[in-house]
């Protein structure tokens, strides 16, 4: 078996992509189904931040819900849910821990991926996957500063004549984000004659080495440390050409990231209301005696859930138009899935710009309602503004705000910003 693009459109009348089916979930029963998860996801997230408690046994009760499996048609086991639903399913839990919802990043991503994907024996057995509950993390971007223009990470059939048996990967990730949960990593490398692939990396295996190295001061229980690779075994049908991800994933691993932000935002709300109605005692110059009645101090309560509001506000909005891209690649129409993708493109791009402000202004302002006993330990409430800073840091949004105005002064195709990942151009994507 060689492992080859397949550039045909859909014959007439089918679907280019089967499982990517109208939503039937409500927000409600997803509501019901999770929420009391997140809750209780919640309570532990003070103390888990305090002590950089790593949150396996809160990552298992989500698989064991069925968060996983939450995009998959609920004709197919799953639950339905459309992507802006799911998009507001990790804004809650990005409310409850944003260390638990970024590692559902990966996952996610790859399940989209596989809908996106025509009907196949090796994409069934990857459906099955994911409604048993297997779990998916990352492993993309090169350790050591590498780059698309000089992937070191090598993966080889162990009999060159044959493709279709197995292979072996060679090579170092950072930022290998849920690795530490997960049964597989999603793993891009390429072939010595230039071809890049991902690969589907079973975990637990011999020459799969993950360290908890991620030295950042935010989003610290993420597993977002290296991960190497020796000789690790692939099996062929777990290999898939980087060429066909799914068009929207670099909005999607986006759309994540501002998910949590929005969470982050709401969460800041909620801690500050509780900090400020703790307050026993108030300024003498300030304009009452309970800290809570000052119309000043409630005065920055109010701009922080307006901030919350347009986070989550952006997030819902943004996220809705990826809905759009997934249901014009399920009719096969190349046309209208790059018009629908440029859409989206400029709508999330005007979301992380308008999230990050919100969620860095909000974790800052909210200790204007609290004095000196708001930056206590105790509370821990720093880790809104660092775990903000950090997301914020993924993608910077210098760049994404030139990249609005070349859209709307010039006309600029902003889905091109990153390339491609084919051969002739991997010499020049960063």
């Known amino acids: 078996m060689t492992i080859t693009t ?11 992509a089967p499982l990517l089916v109208p939503a039937t979930a409500t927000d409600a029963e997803l509501s019901a189904r999770f929420q009391p998860i997140f809750d209780s996801i ?10 950089r408690g790593f949150p396996f046994e809160q990552v298992r009760w989500l698989i064991d819900a069925g968060l996983g499996r939450v995009r998959v048609p609920a004709s197919r086991g ?3 849910a459309s992507l802006r639903q799911t998009f507001q399913l990790l804004t809650d839990l990005g409310e409850a821990d944003p260390n638990v919802a970024h590692v559902w990043r990966n996952h996610l991503a790859f399940v989209e991926d596989r809908l996106n994907a025509p009907l196949s ?7 099955e996957r994911i409604l048993a509950g297997e779990f998916v993390g990352g492993g ?3 350790a050591n500063n590498g780059s698309f223009a000089n992937l070191k990470t090598i993966l ?5 004549a044959d493709e279709s048996g197995p292979w072996r990967i060679s090579g170092a990730k950072f930022y290998a984000t849920g690795s530490l949960y997960a049964d597989w990593l999603d793993v891009i490398g390429r072939t010595e004659d230039g071809r890049l692939l991902t690969a589907l990396v079973r975990r637990e295996q011999e020459g799969v080495e993950l360290v908890d190295d991620w030295r950042g001061f935010g989003q610290q229980t993420t597993a977002s440390g290296s991960a190497t690779y020796r000789d690790a075994h692939v099996d062929a049908d777990d290999l898939f050409p980087a060429v066909e991800r799914f068009s929207y994933q670099a909005l999607f691993y986006q759309t994540s990231l501002l998910a949590v932000l929005a969470g982050i935002t709401k969460a800041t709300q909620r801690d500050g209301i509780a900090a400020l109605t703790s307050r026993k005692r108030n300024y003498s110059h300030g304009l009452a005696d309970d800290p809570a009645e000052d119309p000043q ?3 920055v309560i109010g701009r922080v859930s307006a901030l919350a509001y347009a986070a989550e506000s952006a997030v819902q909005r943004s996220s ?3 809905d759009q891209v997934a249901a014009a690649h399920a009719t096969g129409d190349r046309d209208a899935e790059h018009e629908a993708h440029v859409f989206a493109a400029v709508e999330t791009t005007r979301a992380q710009v308008a999230i990050i402000e919100a969620a860095l202004t909000a974790t800052t302002i909210v200790f204007d309602a609290l004095g000196s006993s708001g930056v206590s330990k105790d509370r821990a409430l720093d880790r809104h503004w660092r775990n903000a800073r950090t997301l914020a840091s993924h993608n910077p949004r210098v760049y994404k705000e030139r990249i609005l105005g070349e859209w709307f002064v010039h006309g600029s195709d902003p889905t091109r910003i990153y390339g491609d990942l084919s051969p002739a151009a991997a010499g020049q994507s960063a």
Do not use: K, Y
């Open 140 to 142: 993309w971007t090169e």
């Open 121 to 127: 024996p090796a994409n069934e057995v990857w459906i």
């Open 297 to 299: 101090l409630l005065q």
């Open 320 to 322: 809705a138009t990826l």
């Open 78 to 80: 799953g639950f339905g």
């Open 156 to 160: 080889t059939p162990v009999d060159a």
């Open 42 to 51: 919640a309570a532990g997230n003070l103390e888990r931040e305090q002590q």
């Open 6 to 16: 397949n550039p045909s459109a859909p014959t007439a009348g089918a679907s280019a």
